[in-house]
C-alpha cells in the first residue's frame, strides 16, 4: 500500500510538472506482433515473406541488429518492455498460461498478473499530458484489476489473454472471458472483420480523434501467434508455399498492411515527423507451432539461444533520427519506457528502478558507448548472462555453454571447456544479479521446462532446421 501511494504522489507531482509544452511532444506508437520469426521480414533480408510498409519502416528510421526481448515467451517479455526492467525483480519469470503452471505456484489463473505496484509506460506517459490506448492482446493478468485501463491506459480495444481467432466467435457459450474481444472494460464485443485488421483500424481512428494533444498507442498484434488463420485473400498472395508457411506468410501480410495503415494515417494528418514509430516483436518465433524461421540465429522461441529473444526491432522518428541508421549494440526492450519518457520530456530522475537506458543519444550518435555492458535473461534455473559479446548458457539438465557472439551468431562453437576463468568470473556476476531477485510467483512445470530444452535442440543447427523447412516448399 505504501508503495501505491508513493506512486500516486510521484505520477500527481510529474503530471503538474508537464503541463507545458504539451504540443511538442512527440507522439508515440507502439507496432508489436507476436511470435514473429527473425528472418521472415524484408528488412532482414526474407525473399518469401512481403512487407513492404515494415520494411520502408526500416529504411526510413533505426534498425536495430541485435535488438532483444526480456525473455523468450509472451508474458514476460511483454512484463519487461511495459515496466523498463527485468520482470523477475518482481516475481514475473514465468509465462503466463495457467495450464502451464506448477502448482506450488503462489499464483494460478486470473491472479498471476503484472503486480500492480509496478509503473507501466503508460503511467508514466499519462502523467506526462498522453493520452494512451492499448489495442490487441493484453496478456499481462486476466483479473479485472489488471485490465489495461487500469494500468495507465485510457481506450482498450482487444483480448485480455495469450491468443484467441482472428475470426469473431459466433458463439460465446464456454469461451473464458480473457478470450473474448473486449471494447474498454467489460464490453464484450467480439470484431466486425480480421482482428489484425480491426486493431489497425481501432488505431487509426484513435490517431483522428487525438490529433491535436500528444497519444501513445501500444499496438499488440496477436499476428503471428498460433492459431493459424489467415483471409482466403492473403493466402493467394502466396501460390507457392504450402501448409503452415503459406499461413504464416499470410499472417504476416496482413500484419503489414495494418502496420501500414496506421502509418499512412499519421502521414495523411501530417503526424509523421514528430511520431515516434516502433516495431518489435515478443520473442522468437515457434518454427514447430508457426512454421516461422529465426535463421541465420539458432534456437527459437522459450529458448534461450539468440533466435529465442533476438528480434526485429525499429525505430522511426523523422524529427530526431537519421534515416537508413543501422545501430549495431545490444538494446533490449525495456529501453523504450526510458526512451519514451525522454522523448516525452519527462525528468529522468522519476524514473524508479529501472533497467532500461534512454536509447536518444545513443542513436544520434551522441554517445558512442554501449547501452548495455551487461544482459541477463533467466527462466527458473536456466538463465544467459551476456557481457559484451560473451554468451553465458546455464543449464538444470546439462553443462553450461558459452559463445563468442562476435564470431560464432548461430551459436555452434561453445567455448566453456576453452574459458575456464571467463566461466567462473560469468558465473559468479550471474549469481550477483539473481540476488537482486524476487521469488517467483509462479513457476514452469517441470516437464515444460525439458520440452523447452528439447525444443532448442531440434532447431539449434541450422542445416537441421533447412532441412526441417522442406516440407513447406
Ligand atoms: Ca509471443
Known amino acids: 500500500m505504501k508503495k501505491l501511494s508513493y506512486l500516486f504522489v510521484l505520477l500527481l507531482f510529474m503530471s503538474c510538472q508537464s503541463k507545458t509544452q504539451a504540443q511538442d511532444k512527440p507522439n508515440i506508437i507502439f507496432l508489436f506482433s507476436d511470435d514473429a520469426g527473425y528472418a521472415d521480414f524484408g528488412f532482414h533480408g526474407s525473399k518469401v515473406m512481403k512487407t513492404p510498409n515494415l520494411d520502408k519502416l526500416s529504411d526510413q528510421g533505426v534498425r536495430f541488429t541485435q535488438g532483444y526481448v526480456t525473455d523468450a515467451t509472451c508474458g514476460p517479455s511483454r ?18 498460461v495457467p495450464g502451464y503452471m506448477s502448482e506450488n505456484s503462489k499464483f494460478l489463473g486470473d491472479d498471476m498478473g503484472l503486480p500492480l505496484d509496478q509503473v507501466t509506460i503508460a503511467d508514466y506517459l499519462k502523467a506526462l499530458g498522453y493520452t494512451n490506448a492499448m489495442y490487441g492482446k493484453w496478456h499481462l493478468g486476466n483479473a479485472d484489476r489488471f485490465h489495461p485501463l487500469n494500468r495507465g491506459f485510457d481506450e482498450f480495444y482487444g483480448f485480455r489473454g495469450g491468443g484467441r481467432s482472428y475470426f469473431p ?20 464485443e467480439e470484431p466486425n472483420g480480421y482482428a489484425t485488421d480491426v486493431f489497425a483500424d481501432e488505431a487509426v481512428s484513435f490517431i483522428e480523434r487525438n490529433k491535436d494533444k500528444p497519444f501513445f498507442i501500444y499496438l499488440a498484434f496477436n499476428a503471428v501467434h498460433t492459431p493459424m488463420e489467415a483471409t482466403e485473400e492473403d493466402l493467394k498472395k502466396f501460390p507457392s508455399l504450402k501448409g503452415k508457411r503459406k499461413e504464416v506468410a499470410a499472417m504476416t501480410w496482413a500484419l503489414d498492411r495494418a502496420c501500414g495503415k496506421v502509418m499512412d494515417k499519421l502521414k495523411e494528418l501530417g503526424l509523421d515527423d514528430n511520431t515516434i514509430v516502433v516495431f518489435s516483436n515478443d520473442n522468437g518465433g515457434p518454427t514447430d507451432k508457426n512454421a516461422s524461421l529465426n535463421l541465420p540465429l539458432s534456437g527459437t522461441k522459450s529458448n534461450h539461444l539468440e533466435g529465442g529473444f533476438r528480434v526485429p526491432y525499429l525505430i522511426k522518428w523523422p524529427r530526431k533520427f537519421k534515416a537508413g541508421t543501422v545501430y549495431n549494440y545490444p538494446v533490449s526492450t525495456f529501453d523504450l519506457l526510458p526512451t519514451f519518457h525522454a522523448a516525452a520530456g519527462g525528468d529522468m530522475a522519476d524514473l524508479k528502478d529501472i533497467d532500461g537506458v534512454n536509447l536518444i543519444p545513443f542513436i544520434t550518435g551522441d554517445n558512442k558507448a554501449r547501452p548495455h555492458e551487461d544482459l541477463f535473461w533467466k527462466k527458473d534455473v536456466r538463465a544467459v548472462y551476456r557481457h559484451n559479446d560473451w554468451k553465458l548458457i546455464r543449464f538444470a539438465d546439462r553443462p553450461a555453454e558459452l559463445y563468442d557472439l562476435s564470431k560464432d551468431l548461430t551459436e555452434q562453437n561453445d567455448l566453456a571447456s576453452k574459458h575456464p576463468e571467463r566461466l ?34 531440434w ?10 523447412m522442406k516440407k513447406y516448399d
Open 459 to 468: 532447431f539449434r543447427n541450422p542445416e537441421l532446421v533447412k532441412e526441417y
Open 79 to 96: 512484463a519487461g518492455l511495459m515496466t523498463g526492467k527485468y520482470q523477475q525483480r518482481f516475481g514475473y519469470q514465468e509465462i503466463n
Open 424 to 457: 567462473k568470473s560469468m558465473f559468479k556476476k550471474l549469481f550477483e544479479w539473481e540476488l537482486t531477485l524476487e521469488r517467483p510467483l509462479w513457476t514452469l512445470k517441470q516437464q515444460f521446462e525439458k520440452y523447452d530444452t528439447d525444443r532448442m535442440d
Open 169 to 188: 466467435y459466433k458463439y460465446f457459450k464456454g469461451i473464458h472471458h480473457d478470450n473474448k474481444m473486449e471494447r474498454n472494460f467489460g464490453n464484450f
